[in-house]
C-alpha cells in the first residue's frame, strides 16, 4: 500500500514538473555562433566596400557582446558605435530612426534615454522581437547601416 502511495506521489510530482517546464518560454538570443556569423560577415562587408569601421554586437538589452576596431578606424568609433547598437536594442528601431527625427526638428530625441541620433545602427528581429542589434562606425553613415545590415541578413538568411 506505501509502495503504491510513494508511486502514485512520484508520478504526480513528474507530472507537474512537467507542466511547469512547458509552461516556460523559449527565448531566442544571439549566442557565440550567431555573434561569429554576424561579426564575420559584417567584416566581409567593411572589405568589400573598402571601409574600416569599428562592428559592434550587443544583445536585447544593449550589453556588449562583440566589439571590433578596424586597424583603420578613428578611436572615437569605440563610442559611437555601442551608442548606435544600444539605441537600435532598446529602441527596436534602426539608430536611423532617432536622425530622421533630429532631422525633422524634433529635439525631444536628444532627451531620450540612450538616444543616439546618427545613422549605423540596425536591431536583430526574430519573430517580431529585438534579440540584439548591429552597429558600425567609421564610414559614412549610410554606409555603415548597410554593413550592419548585411551582417543580420547573414545570421538570418533562410
Do not use: H, W
Request: hydrophobic share 50%.
Amino acid at each position: 500500500m506505501i509502495t503504491r502511495m510513494v508511486k502514485l506521489i512520484v508520478l504526480g510530482l513528474s507530472l507537474l514538473l512537467l507542466a511547469t517546464a512547458a509552461e516556460l518560454p523559449t527565448k531566442k538570443y544571439l549566442n557565440l555562433a550567431a555573434i561569429k556569423t554576424i561579426a564575420s560577415a559584417a567584416e566581409a562587408e567593411a572589405q568589400k566596400r573598402n571601409v574600416q569601421v569599428t562592428i559592434c554586437i550587443v544583445d536585447e538589452s544593449g550589453n556588449l557582446l562583440f566589439l571590433q576596431k578596424a586597424d583603420g578606424a578613428g578611436l572615437n568609433t569605440i563610442q559611437i558605435v555601442q551608442k548606435k547598437a544600444r539605441y537600435a536594442a532598446l529602441y527596436g528601431r534602426p539608430s536611423k530612426a532617432a536622425a530622421d527625427q533630429l532631422k525633422d526638428g524634433n529635439l525631444s530625441v536628444l532627451v531620450f534615454p540612450d538616444a543616439f541620433p546618427n545613422q549605423g545602427g540596425v536591431p536583430v528581429k526574430v519573430d517580431g522581437r529585438t534579440i540584439g542589434a548591429v552597429a558600425c562606425s567609421g564610414a559614412a553613415s549610410e554606409v555603415d547601416e548597410a554593413i550592419s545590415q548585411a551582417a543580420i541578413d547573414a545570421l538570418l538568411k533562410p
